[in-house]
């Protein structure tokens, strides 16, 4: 019954949890939260990250009601995401790993997303749309590997509705997409903007040019409200995933979707405890997307297909994602040697060869 | 414990480090050189840190060498251990580059010695 640390902190969320055959022990996180109209750099994340790491390392310990020996080997991310914040957190994972004389394990950050999504719901073999700040990628696993069916070719989803709630500087507390969707509800004005799917793949660079170019316009002659932009933007970006989902469900005879990643979350939790700025502790807090989920939910009741996904606690991302991929890997024989747990920015969720699976 | 490097014309700066926001504020004594170097323009930095003990040493040897400097042209940077001395030695074309990575450096070490320091000491090989 290995029990395994995980460190995740590849961008602004830095979180450390532990789990034990499948069941979670902890999974304390904070996020680093800018003011409205500012997006998170990699210097002051990391920063943020150095503060508090040591303090969420030693919550997810007691919170498990465990000491050092309890662990069997600490897992971190090895990418891809943020060199700064990256570097921080697996500084201080080689560090208790050779503290404690325990294996050191680096992972994959969206097969973190993967195992953790798997784990929850139970979904036996899904197509998974990974959807986030800084990845939108459509995947199925084949024969040892996670295999990138579509994915975007610039921008991740995310990143696209980060950027607009800048423009249109609502709060990032608890997190811009969530901002984003609460405004889309109470917008009733469809404005048209480039649907760019591009077969298997999407792109969006180009609407969030074409919707920063509007925004400026339509707000300042009161042709729309914020409210509005937000609803159409959420319209249209949704449609396009559920369009190169049900693309590579077709391609896959596939009939489970899962969504991952912190665009994509389920289920709604009072919102406890905002602090703008600075680290804040968010026990629960509501996160991500229930449009999405309808629109996905609409094409699966179509083709028959079931819809999985997780809530705000495993879909955003957070430390036990990444000690589950990391138990997986460690069980099937993997383990990363120091010299070799150097970051990386970018890491194909291809590229790990997926040993645990059939 | 204070260790001097000479190479060429040189700048000494002896520097007491704060360690920790936290509880007690500890303050590492740390030698380092900066040299220019006439003959290729580069400028060198030299840093000793010394650690309670070797294994720490080695453990934060470890740590802070695997991941390659973010910056991938004018810099470079060796990491080694002597005893319980880590030493880091960097040559860089640019006085801001260095400045840069050191200021880095320091910040990653600085919290490999805050993690030595609440998790450790460590176990007994």
Not at chain 1, 110 to 122: A, D, Q, S, V
Not at chain 1, 308 to 336: P, Y
Request: aromatic residues 8%.
């Amino acid at each position: 019954m290995p029990v395994v640390i995980g460190f995740e902190g590849s961008a602004n969320k830095i979180g450390v949890g532990i789990i034990r055959d499948g069941e979670v022990l902890s999974n304390p996180r904070r996020t680093y939260i800018t003011p409205p109209g500012q997006g998170f750099l990699p210097g002051e994340t990391a920063k943020h990250h150095r503060g508090v790491i040591l303090t969420v390392l030693q919550e997810a310990l007691d919170e498990a009601g465990l000491k050092a020996a309890d662990i069997d080997c600490v897992a971190y991310t090895k990418g891809p995401g943020m060199g700064a914040p990256l570097v921080t957190v697996a500084i201080v994972a080689r560090t208790v790993a050779q503290l404690w004389g325990k294996p050191l394990l680096g992972v994959n950050h969206c097969i973190g997303h993967i195992e953790m999504g798997r784990l929850i719901t139970n979904a036996q073999n899904p197509t998974v749309l990974y959807v986030s700040g800084g990845n939108t990628q459509v995947i199925a696993y084949s024969e040892r590997r996670y295999r990138i069916f579509g994915e975007t070719i610039d921008i991740a989803v995310g990143n696209c509705l980060d950027r607009l709630a800048r423009v249109i500087k609502i709060s990032n507390d608890p997190s811009p997409g969530y901002n984003i969707e609460q405004m889309a509800k109470k917008g009733n004005k469809y404005i048209e903007l480039p649907y760019t799917v591009k077969g298997m793949d999407v792109s969006f660079s180009g609407i969030l040019s074409y919707i920063e170019d509007a925004a400026h316009k339509l707000l300042s002659t009161g042709q729309c409200t914020p409210e509005d932009l937000c609803f159409s933007l959420q319209e249209t970006l949704f449609a396009m995933l559920v369009e190169i989902t049900e693309r590579a469900m077709a391609h896959c005879g596939s009939q489970e979707v899962l969504i991952v990643g912190g665009v994509g979350c389920k289920c709604f939790y009072a919102h406890l405890g905002i602090s703008v700025l600075s680290a804040s502790k968010h026990a629960f807090f509501f996160s991500g997307n229930l449009r999405l989920q309808e629109m996905m939910g609409v094409m699966c009741k179509e083709r028959g297909a079931r819809l999985f996904a997780t809530d705000e606690r495993f879909c955003i991302d957070n430390g036990v994602m990444i000690a589950q991929a990391g138990w997986e890997m460690f069980r099937s024989g993997h383990v990363t040697e120091l010299s070799d747990s150097w970051i990386t920015q970018r890491y194909r969720t291809d590229e790990v060869e997926v040993t645990w699976r059939d | 414990m204070l260790f001097f490097e000479n190479k060429g014309t040189f700048n000494q700066h002896m520097t007491k480090m704060p360690l920790s926001n936290r509880s007690s504020t500890k303050y590492v004594n740390m030698a380092a050189c900066v040299s220019e170097n006439d003959s290729d323009k580069k400028l060198e930095f030299f840093l000793k840190v010394p650690f309670p003990s070797e294994r720490e040493a080695a453990i934060a040897l470890q740590s802070l060498s695997p991941d390659p400097e973010p910056r991938k042209g004018g810099i470079t940077k060796n990491l080694d251990v002597t005893g319980h001395t880590l030493s880091v030695r960097w040559t860089a074309d640019e006085a801001r580059i260095l400045r840069v990575s050191v200021s880095s450096f320091l910040d990653h070490l600085s919290l490999v010695m805050e993690t030595l320091d609440a998790f450790g000491p460590p176990v007994s090989q």
